[in-house]
């Protein structure tokens, strides 16, 4: 995670009615905590991830075994927690851990930082890695209600890089955080590229566990949306609309541009939204 860590302590004694936990996914293990009570959180408008998990404390989860102290929600673009949730910082500890009850983030969602797509390869390869980010908004007054919800994203990309020899016949993958958004439009235009470029699209969803069988690298699902197309040079272009109710929902987007050799804008805008 990011370091030093998002601090809720600065705003709440600054007097503001809410801390916004805004910051990179450093890694698919990061918890965050606070030392603050809240009356509510929800995903803030800049989120990539859709899912975060709240731990807070619970006197009930001590009445039987195992007495851990500890019980969890989870907000989404869709759900918010409204309601007063106590941190406990130095008198109660979670257990068996011992650790304090403070109210604890974490991201819900999977998340492979070292993905590399199936078709990649094992060692060499260029990858245009866009990094989560974690928009969670921590209220400290009461609110009546929230409607939660991310932002339209819109990423653009002027000129992709090819690979460096002798790997410039390989693949560009561009992989960007989806995290179960609704649609996206891509759109991809060859301008002066001397030669033709192929584009792939593929939809991604991570996986929990390794398969050894064919080596240490976690054997992610992948979804062909969109099969090698050729651009025409200097002015081919191609246009895919993802839809999950037609091609399904996934973590990540991957584009494949091989052939790259000039200017050739990549735009792809995301949404929560259905069309």
Known sequence: MSYPQPDANEAAVNGANFFRLNTPLVSPGDIYESEQGAHAFAIGPKSDVARVTIV?????????????????TEISP????????????????YQPADRPGRILFYVSDLYDDRYRPEDADPVEGNFLRVIPQLDVIQYFQPVNSLTPGRDDKTFYFQVIP?????????????ILPYFGRKYAFIEMTNW??????????????????????????????????????VLAASGGQV?????????????????????????????????DNPL
């Open 56 to 72: 807070y404390w619970d006197d009930n989860k001590g009445a039987s075994e195992p007495r851990t102290f500890m019980t969890s």
């Open 78 to 93: 869709e759900r918010a927690l409204v309601g007063l949730v106590v941190a406990k910082n130095q008198e109660a500890s």
């Open 162 to 174: 090819p690979p460096v020899a002798p790997f410039d016949t390989d693949p560009t993958y561009v």
């Open 192 to 229: 002066d590229s001397v030669a033709p470029v192929t584009i792939k699209i593929i939809g991604t969803n991570y996986a929990i566990t390794n398969d050894f069988l064919v080596g240490p690298t976690p054997i992610h699902q992948e979804t062909v949306l969109l099969t090698p197309t």
């Open 239 to 271: 246009i895919k609309l993802v839809r999950a109710s037609i091609e399904g929902m996934f973590d990540a987007l991957v584009i494949s541009v091989t052939g790259v050799g000039g200017r050739t804008p990549l735009k792809i805008v995301m949404s």
